[in-house]
């Protein structure tokens, strides 16, 4: 896959509050991958979500989870993306040493 160049309009007075706080602006570009990945993966994101409600929607009335159940998954589902955080925070420390 071949890149893509853009270019970036900005405006003046962010320009100077940059150069003023110290912040390079020569080089943003992998600022702008993250800030790229960032938003995809949230639409992603909604996306299975809003896909995952209709699914459930769908079910026979029989089937579908209570609302108390699906807060035990979010539940879950947070709680194990904060052990992973935690996991990577600390061997990102460890490399830093």
């Known amino acids: 896959m071949s890149d893509v160049e853009i270019t970036i309009k900005l405006p003046e007075e962010l320009v100077e509050r940059a150069r003023a706080e110290g912040v390079r602006l020569d080089n943003v570009t992998e600022d702008v991958i993250e800030l790229l990945e960032n938003r995809i993966e949230r639409k992603a994101a909604l996306r299975r ?3 995952l409600a209709d699914q459930i929607d769908r079910l026979p009335n ?4 209570t609302p108390e159940e699906i807060e035990a998954e979010i539940r879950a ?3 194990e993306r904060a052990d992973l955080d935690e996991r990577w925070s600390i061997s990102g420390d460890a490399r830093m040493r």
Do not use: M, Q
Not at 62 to 65: A, C, R, T
């Open 49 to 51: 979500l809003l896909d």
């Open 62 to 65: 029989d089937l579908k989870p």
């Open 77 to 79: 589902a947070r709680a």
